[in-house]
């Protein structure tokens, strides 16, 4: 049984079908990789599955339950958690305040502690501080707790959504392009922490992602996408070799050459 | 002496709307030209209460706060439901406060734009300063604790904020009782102040006077905010300029803190010692990399 499924999802703007017919599955402790050329209907299909965008046609379940419709905020709740491929932190927030507000969900005082600051509000904060710091260990945050996140050089950024995702506490987490902008020394430091978070947490990770060596190295499956449809799906050789992912790439001159 | 205690009275009565305000607009990014109106309801409200029905001061106060709190309910239901974009929502805003001015000038019980005259002198200045302080204080526990924090992560990425979890509906709303409870304060305490309520008082350019206040303070900060509040009343008043040269002061001081910090006065600090010695040795020293808050 899938984790996550979608079928026949299509999404159109106006006039513009973005993602067109899409069906795909994975499932429970699996690595996929979503790969195809730029403008293709990836952002977009990871949109539809975390509610940004409501699906034109079509349904999208989570362990077997129709989240088509449903609001950013209860998906989350049900288990999904994503990064944005244009870095989306809270900026003007400490690093750690980045996590600890995605945490608040388990801050249980209500507005009259908070207002008086009682001690419950100062233990709890404390706690939740705490547990902020464990998940900045894991991305390789620590030295820098205090920094505003708009400070970070750009590779940190990606780290620190990366670990304010895993705060969530999602099943599936969705990472769009972490690698952008990495250099071939970060993307191998990149791929480790990625392999690192999905056996600590027990994720399953749906990767979109323009660098092929880290698509290689975590996706044993791949779906590719192109012009908003599933041009193939399957394992990366299967990919490697397919005549029609590089013709989607490169451009038909290219592959009948 | 009676003069600079009365400046002073009305500095600390705008301390209480203008953090109020911070929390909406500074803390949460959501601009309002309406905010006058939330003064209005809860100045009138007390007002009635202890001129006609002679309602203890403090409930009457209290009572004020709830009605500006149940009436922001009912602007913020539709607008913040639809996510309006912040520039929509501050239109609606100044429609929203002008209509209260008006159905404040219709109804019978304020006596139309005749005004409230007689009501009793409770706001003194002891008083009025220890609601600001009282303000400030609860204003500086919410916004350190998850409900500012997170209005913070709405302001900052709305939608990052809903990948984590957040209902913008719930933190905007709160976020917009809050500021008009403040404000009802504010106003309450300055009908009992002034003994003299007419709903001109209450114009858009109160409203203006507030925001520029949140803005020129520093989209971030309380501290900053009450600076310029005070700044807006005292500056005026110490250069004695006419009423109508007063909107021309405010947007000096607000085209000056523009140019020379774009971010506000006080940006996205607070007034600290600990904040003042870090300026100082950032001018002697060389900035090391941007804190946050
Ligand atoms: N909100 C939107 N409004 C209109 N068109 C959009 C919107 N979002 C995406 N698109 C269009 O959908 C197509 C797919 O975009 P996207 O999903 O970002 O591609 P990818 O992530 O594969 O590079 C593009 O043509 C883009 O212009
Ligand atoms: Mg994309």
Partial sequence: MPLLELKNVTKTFGGIVAVKDVSYYIKQDEIIGLIGPNGAGKTTIFNLITGVYKATEGNITFQDRDITDANPVSIVKNGIARTFQNIRLFNKLSVIENIRTVLYREADYNLGNALIRSSKVTRIEKKLYDKSLEYLEVVGLIDYINNRADSLPYGLQRKLEIARALALDPKLLLLDEPAAGMNPDECIDLVELIMKIKRTYNLTIMLIEHHMDVVMELCPRIVVINFGQVLMEGSKLDVQNDPRVLRAYLGEEYANA | ?293
Wanted: hydrophobic content about 55%; some cysteine; overall charge positive.
């Fill in chain 2, 1 to 293: 002496m009676d003069y600079i205690y009365g400046v002073m009275a009305v500095i600390c009565i705008e301390i209480v709307a203008t953090v109020g305000l911070s929390v909406f607009t500074g803390f949460t990014g959501l601009f309002s030209l309406g905010h006058a109106a939330f003064m209005a309801i809860g100045a009138y409200t007390s007002a009635i209460l202890t001129y006609f029905y002679h309602v203890p001061f403090v409930l009457a106060l209290l009572l004020g706060m709830v009605m500006a709190g149940l009436v922001s309910l009912i602007l913020g239901f539709p607008t913040l439901r639809a996510k309006l974009r912040g520039d929509y929502f501050a239109i609606a805003t100044l429609g929203f406060g002008e209509a209260v001015r008006v159905i404040l000038e219709n109804l019978s019980i304020t006596q139309g734009a005749r005004g409230l005259p007689g009501i009793k002198h409770f706001t003194t200045l002891p008083v009025a300063f220890i609601f600001a302080v009282l303000v400030v204080w609860l204003t500086k526990n919410f916004i350190w604790s998850k409900f500012g924090r997170n209005a913070i992560a709405v302001r900052e990425d709305s939608v990052a904020a809903e990948m984590a979890g957040i209902d913008l509906f719930k933190v905007r709303m709160l976020s917009l009782v809050y500021s008009a409870m403040c404000g009802g304060l504010a106003g309450g305490l300055f009908a009992h102040y002034l003994n003299f309520i007419q709903p001109v008082m209450f114009t858009s350019i109160l409203s203006t006077q507030l925001t520029s206040a949140v803005v020129a303070g520093g989209m971030g900060s309380i501290t900053g905010p009450v600076l310029a509040i005070a700044l807006f009343i005292a500056v005026p008043e110490v250069l004695r300029v006419a009423n109508m040269w007063r909107l021309v002061a405010y947007g000096l001081i607000l085209v000056l803190i523009m140019v020379f910090r774009p971010s506000g006065i006080m940006g996205y600090h607070e007034l600290s010692f600990e904040w003042i010695s870090k300026i100082f040795k950032k001018n002697t020293r060389n900035k090391a990399g941007g804190k946050g808050i």
